[in-house]
């Protein structure tokens, strides 16, 4: 596992956050949360373009990269009351998906034990199969639970042949004992996906899932209050 700063773009931090190196555990001692990019489009099957995502959202604040971003209402400042890293994007091998996602999961598990919270900046959907198994492989697996949001649920069997793609990762985590179904929530489904032996298949994991319509006629507040009873 590799960091390489910014693959596809100017090398500096989120927000103007101190840096880290994840292969030098004295850079990122006491952290509270380290970002981390996961600059992968491979397992896309329509629109490449993902693997720039991490610095897209690096680069698209105007504001000055300071390290303060004060909340108004709650009159704190996550940047500075928490020691927040950014460990740059992460070296992944070209045109080789499962090797690229191996290294995701390596880094999310060495975030976490180190007693931080991973945040990944992704790539597309294929990452969750490796970032939230890295978790869990800390945490223990079938010992985490998700919250998904998203309009398509992410759980089909093979896409175009293959198990790994961004339309597979959470079936690959129910399946591989990461995360057990009845531990799963995914909000906001919508369109025209999954199809009935893919609900079918949800419903028997014990996922809960909530539609977008459903969510806008009861509310948001009712739907979390009574996901999280």
């Known amino acids: ?12 931090t989120f927000l103007g956050i101190p840096a880290c190196d994840l292969d030098k555990p004295e850079t990122y001692k006491g952290a509270d949360v380290i970002i981390v990019g ?3 489009d491979s397992g896309t099957s329509h629109r490449s ?8 959202i ?6 000055p990269h ?7 209402a709650l009159r704190v400042d996550g940047l500075k009351d928490l020691k927040i ?8 091998p070209p045109g080789n998906l499962e090797d690229a996602l191996a290294v995701l999961k390596a880094a999310t598990e060495k975030i976490s034990r180190a007693g931080a919270i991973a945040v990944v900046l992704g790539g597309d959907h294929s990452i969750a199969s490796a970032d939230v198994a890295g978790i869990a492989e800390h945490r223990g697996k079938g010992k985490i639970s998700m919250v998904h949001f998203d309009a398509h649920a992410d759980t089909g069997d093979l896409q175009f042949g293959a198990l790994v793609g961004h339309g597979t990762p959470m079936r690959r985590l129910i399946e591989n004992g990461y995360v ?4 799963f929530l995914q909000l906001g489904l919508r369109g025209y996906w999954p199809d009935d032996a ?4 949800m419903r028997d994991q014990g996922m809960r899932s909530y539609e977008m319509t459903e969510i806008h006629h009861r509310g948001l507040t009712a739907v979390l209050d009574e996901s999280f009873a």
Request: glycine share 18%; aromatic share 12%; net charge negative.
């Open 85 to 92: 890293y950014d460990a740059g994007d992460l070296l992944m």
């Open 38 to 40: 996961g600059p992968i």
């Open 198 to 201: 893919t609900l079918n298949w």
């Open 58 to 63: 690096r680069m698209g604040d105007y504001l």
């Open 1 to 12: 596992m590799t960091n390489i700063g910014n693959m596809y773009g100017p090398n500096f």
């Open 180 to 183: 057990r179904g009845d531990r």
């Open 66 to 72: 300071d390290g303060e971003r004060p909340h108004l």
């Open 49 to 56: 373009g993902a693997k720039f995502g991490p610095q897209a």
